[in-house]
C-alpha cells in the first residue's frame, strides 16, 4: 500500500499528521508520498528537508487529477493507494483494515473508514481523539458495508483501477470532485464500494466539523449528465420506512417514482432480508447509476403508462416528487395500480407554511429559488391539511404522518402571533417538510 497525502496550505497540520504516523506505526508504516500541487513554498521549505517520506512538489498550479496522474506514473506506483487529505489521523490497526476490507470483498474497487466529520453511515460519534482512540482499541472486529459513495477524505483505491494509465480526470481544479467522479466512473463499471466500520479517522478539525459532500459536481453534469448527485437519499423517508420491514417471508417490493440516482432505494436495500428495487426518473443518465443495483425504467409518472409486468408493489415511494407534479391527484390514483392491496405510499412533502415562507408573505414576496421550499420547480403547493385531503381523495388512509423543523426565537414568537389570528396550529408554520404514510384503502 502506498499513501498520497494531499497537502494545502496548512503546514503545522501536515505536521501533525505526518508526526502521528512517524510515531504511531513505526517501521510498519507504508511508504508515504506527500503531494503539493497548491504552486506555494509554504510547505516546500520544510518538506524538502524530511527523509522518512517522498515530497512531490509542482511548482506550476495543476489540477488535483494532473498531479495524481503524474505521482502514479511518475513514481512507476503499482500497488493499492490510499489517498488522504492533510486532516486525517488514522487511529490503530486502521490501515490493515482498510486493506482488509478492499481484497476481503472482491468486487471493491475502493474502501474508506468511518470518521467524526463524514455523514450519514461513515459518521462515528466520537467526543474527542481520547475518544477516538479508545473506539479503535474497542473496535478490532472486521465489519464491512456495501456504499454508494464514499466521502473523498481518505480513501483506498485498489491497484487495478488505480494505477491503470490516466486514472484521474485531469479537468476539475477541485479535489472532491476529482475523486466523486472517479468513484461514479468505476461504480458504473460495475465496481463497488465499501465502509470499514472498524477503521477510524480522526479528523484534526474537531466534532465540530461535518464534511459536506459536493453535490452540484459539474464534472458530473458535463461527463455523465448527471446534475445532483443524490448519495445519501432521503433520510427522513428512510427513517419511517424503518417501521415497516417485513413481517413475512415474502420479497418486499418498493418503487420509487423520481429516485435520481438510487440514493434512497439504496439505503432501503439495507433494511429489508430479501428486497427488490424498482425505480424511474425522467434523467436517463441518473438511472444509469441507480440500474447499478435496482430495476429501472424512464419514465414521466404524468404520462400513466408505467408498467412493470407484475404490478404489485408493497412500497411506493414519492420524494419530494409530488410537489413537482401537474396533477399529483392523478398520479396517485394511477399508483392504486402498482400497488397490491394493502400496499402503501411513503412521501415526504414540502410545507408551503412553514415560518419562513410566511415571513416572505407577510411582507408581500415570494422569492423563487433553486433549491428548498421555494425551488422554482415547484408547481403544486401543499399544507398539512391539503396533504390530508389529497390522499383521502385519492383513496389512501393515511396511517402515520410526521414532520421535520424547528422554532425558536422571533420565529416562534411570529408563529404564536399567527396562531392567534388564524385557526392552524402552531406545528403547520413549523413544519418544513411533512412525511406521509398512506395505506391503499381497496
Given amino acids: 500500500m502506498k499513501i498520497l497525502i494531499h497537502t494545502d496550505i496548512q503546514l503545522e497540520r501536515t505536521k501533525t499528521v505526518l508526526e502521528y504516523l512517524r510515531n504511531t506505526y513505526f517501521d510498519m508504516l507504508p511508504e508515504v508520498i506527500l503531494v503539493d500541487y497548491t504552486g506555494t513554498d509554504i510547505i516546500n521549505a520544510w518538506a524538502t528537508g524530511q527523509k522518512d517520506f517522498t515530497y512531490v512538489y509542482f511548482d506550476e498550479k495543476v489540477t488535483p487529477g494532473m498531479a495524481f496522474n503524474q505521482v502514479i506514473e511518475g513514481l512507476e506506483i503499482n500497488d493499492d493507494v490510499l489517498i488522504s487529505d492533510n486532516y486525517h489521523i488514522p487511529l490503530i490497526n486502521s490501515f490493515q483494515h482498510l486493506f482488509n476490507g478492499l481484497h476481503d470483498n472482491a468486487d471493491a474497487f475502493a474502501v474508506g473508514p468511518v470518521s467524526n466529520s463524514f455523514l450519514s453511515e461513515q ?206 391527484l392523478e398520479a396517485l390514483l394511477f399508483c392504486k395500480k402498482l400497488l397490491r392491496p394493502g400496499g402503501i405510499i411513503a412521501a415526504s412533502i414540502p410545507n408551503l407554511m412553514n415560518i419562513e415562507v410566511m415571513k416572505y408573505l407577510l411582507d408581500g414576496f415570494f422569492p423563487y429559488a433553486e433549491y428548498g421550499l421555494l425551488d422554482k420547480t415547484h408547481i403544486h403547493m401543499f399544507t398539512y391539511n391539503e396533504i390530508i385531503k389529497i390522499f383521502g381523495e385519492a383513496g389512501y388512509i393515511i396511517e402515520k404522518m410526521s414532520m421535520v423543523g424547528s422554532l425558536d426565537g422571533e420565529n416562534e414568537k411570529l408563529a404564536d402571533e399567527l396562531v392567534r389570528l388564524g385557526k392552524a396550529e402552531k406545528f403547520m408554520y413549523q413544519a418544513y417538510q411533512y412525511q406521509v404514510v398512506a395505506r391503499l384503502t381497496s
Avoid at 477510524?200 to 445532483?228: P, S
Avoid at 434512497?264 to 436495500?269: D, G, Q
Wanted: glycine share 6%; charged share 30%.
Fill in 123 to 328: 459518521h462515528i460519534d466520537w467526543s474527542d481523539a481520547e475518544d477516538a482512540l479508545s473506539w479503535s482499541e474497542r473496535n478490532s472486529e472486521a465489519s464491512y458495508e456495501e456504499m454508494l459513495f464514499l466521502y473523498p477524505g481518505v480513501i483506498l483505491f485498489k491497484k487495478e483501477v488505480i494505477c491503470a494509465g490516466k486514472t484521474f480526470c485531469e479537468e476539475d481544479t477541485d479535489f472532491e470532485n476529482m475523486i466523486t467522479e472517479k468513484c461514479v466512473r468505476e461504480f458504473m463499471k460495475h465496481g463497488r464500494m465499501y465502509i470499514c466500520r472498524c477503521s477510524g479517522f480522526w479528523d484534526l478539525r474537531g466534532t465540530d466539523y461535518r464534511y459536506i459532500a459536493q453535490t452540484d459536481n459539474e464534472l458530473l453534469e458535463k461527463k455523465y449528465g448527471i446534475h445532483y448527485l443524490n448519495i445519501r437519499g432521503n433520510d427522513s423517508l428512510i427513517d419511517i420506512l424503518k417501521e415497516y420491514n417485513k413481517t413475512q417471508n415474502d420479497t418486499v417490493r418498493v418503487l420509487e417514482i423520481g429516485c435520481d440516482c438510487g440514493g434512497t432505494l439504496f439505503r432501503i436495500k439495507k433494511q429489508f432480508d430479501d428486497v427488490k428495487l424498482f425505480g424511474t426518473d425522467i434523467n436517463e443518465a441518473a438511472l444509469k447509476y441507480a440500474s447499478e443495483f435496482a430495476d429501472v425504467k424512464i419514465n414521466n409518472i404524468e404520462d400513466y403508462n408505467l408498467d412493470f409486468g407484475e404490478n404489485d408493489f408493497d412500497i411506493i415511494i414519492f420524494g419530494d416528487v409530488l410537489e413537482h407534479l401537474r396533477n399529483p
